[in-house]
């Protein structure tokens, strides 16, 4: 009983490629989240004013913004390990240069601008390519607790990370964490260097060779996947105008309210802290948790998203803006969870990785508008009316994205549906018109590492549906 218990929770760190690869992400995230501090602090070292040290956040953010489309669909083209190990190559080298540039000096700000730039760059590519990885080295039926992994991986690193940064930045200099951040990333590129993925099939034995469309016609087929699913372009549209108008603020005047009355940068430190255990707390009980209605349930994680601006607004203690915190945590971690496996879960592996870029693009785009706006607005119009805006936001989005059909229409798919007639299943297989065939690091999924063994028959049963299926796989409005 235990060990199925076990099983139905964490059983996914028995499949060797996702432990190898969780092993490195996880180095990787906390070295991210140590040199953020040393960074921010080695560029105000640098005789550098707040508006620069802005201007180096900021290049980070918009290299992401303008790339992430092209990103997904490099990602699905080429293949996600071969992305994200590049992807790695490039923030290994950026934090490596700079852990140089400090140790020999003080970089002016060109530089600090330039190797963020390259590191957002990186970032880029490889967000799309991971939830698509995670299709290929994750059991489908632990597929959410891989992703309940992530955020707990996620949460404890924004808390731990920190910290220790702070503590390294004050014995060592930034130049040692940013150096180690360099090296948490080297880890990452080893540990994706070690997967073991079923090799891509260039295509069944004696078949005609299929001619491969442009990187142009791979967005657009991704773009047409995301548009063909309302639940997929509600939630990205809440989230776009969600990050601008409710999360926004809490990061932004957040610290400036903590600053004013909340008792200063160690209480503000507390209240994050206690946003980080909320968030940990709900990932370990969404392990081994498999909703009928996932989509439903990540929704309703939304509503908790809102709650911090709503003691902000009303200038509340620091106790009631902790409570709040610990539920956005929560929240946070219920609707990351459960959306990205539903993303998994529904949409074709081969198409994965653009789906989820258009997904992240309208966050980072009009998300980061907040961050310029909020201060401006705040002095305006007062930060409990900036606050008090957010909280309506939040929580009314969330009971419109709610009260869709098509959200409460996502089931849990454990496995592949398998409908009486064959068709669909044979439409996967198949070589569409304009594509070659998917398989290891370009999309095939853990559960089809044989259906080479099937292909051939089903070629041959469904040979005279493949155009058809082919159609209805391009067609928008069939989803």
């Not at 601008?244 to 957040?254: D, K, R, S």
Request: aromatic share 10%; glycine share 12%.
């Amino acid at each position: 009983m235990r060990a199925e218990w076990l099983r139905s929770r964490i059983g996914v760190l028995g499949e060797r490629n996702f432990r190898r690869f969780y092993a490195g992400f996880v180095t990787s995230l906390l070295g991210s989240s140590m040199s953020t501090v040393a960074i921010a602090w080695a560029v105000l070292e640098s005789g550098v004013s707040a508006t620069g040290l802005g201007l180096v956040f900021t290049a980070n953010v918009v290299s992401q913004v303008v790339l992430l489309p092209l990103a997904g669909a490099i990602a699905d083209r080429l293949g996600r390990r071969r992305v994200m190990l590049a992807a790695d190559v490039l923030r290994c080298g950026a934090q490596a240069t700079l852990a140089t540039a400090l140790a020999l000096g003080r970089p002016a700000l060109w530089v600090f601008i330039f190797l963020a730039w390259l590191g957002g760059t990186g970032t880029a590519f490889f967000s799309p390519a991971l939830d698509a990885l995670t299709v290929e080295i994750a059991p489908r039926d632990q597929l959410g607790n891989a992703n309940s992994l992530y955020g707990l991986a996620g949460s404890a690193t924004r808390i731990a990370g920190p910290a220790l940064g702070g503590i390294l930045v004050a014995l060592a200099g930034p130049a040692v964490v940013v150096a180690a951040d360099a090296a948490s990333y080297a880890v990452s590129v080893l540990a994706l260097s070690l997967l073991t993925l079923p090799a891509a099939e260039p295509g069944q034995q004696g078949a005609a060779p299929v001619t491969r469309p442009t990187l142009w016609a791979d967005m657009a087929e991704g773009w047409a996947d995301f548009r063909s699913r309302t639940w997929v372009w509600a939630t990205t549209v809440q989230f776009a105008f969600f990050n601008l108008i409710t999360w926004a603020p809490w990061m932004l005047l957040g610290p400036v309210m903590g600053r004013a009355y909340l008792g200063g940068a160690a209480v503000w430190g507390v209240i994050m802290a206690v946003q980080g255990a909320g968030a940990i707390t709900a990932g370990l009980l969404c392990l081994g948790r498999r909703p009928g209605r996932p989509m439903v349930v990540a929704t309703i994680g939304t509503f908790f998203y809102a709650l911090p601006d709503i003691p902000m607004a009303l200038h509340a203690a620091a106790p009631w803006v902790a409570v709040a915190a610990f539920g956005c945590g929560a929240g946070s971690a219920v609707f990351a969870t459960f959306e990205g496996t539903a993303m998994q879960q529904q949409i074709p592996p081969e198409r994965l990785a653009r789906v989820t870029s258009f997904a992240l693009f309208p966050s980072y785009g009009i998300g980061v508008i907040g961050y310029a706006v909020d201060g401006p607005l705040a002095a305006a119009l007062g930060p409990a009316m900036v606050f008090g805006v957010g909280a309506i936001y939040g929580l009314f989005s969330s009971a419109v994205v709610l009260a869709f059909p098509a959200i409460r229409a996502v089931r849990w798919l454990d496995k592949e549906p398998e409908p009486a007639d064959a068709r669909p299943r044979a439409a996967r297989l198949l070589v569409l018109p304009g594509r070659g065939a998917q398989g290891g690091e370009r999309g095939q999924p853990r559960d089809h590492r044989d259906d080479h063994r099937d292909r051939q028959h089903l070629r041959e049963v469904e040979f005279g549906r493949e155009r058809d299926d082919a159609e209805r796989h391009r067609d928008p409005a069939q989803g």
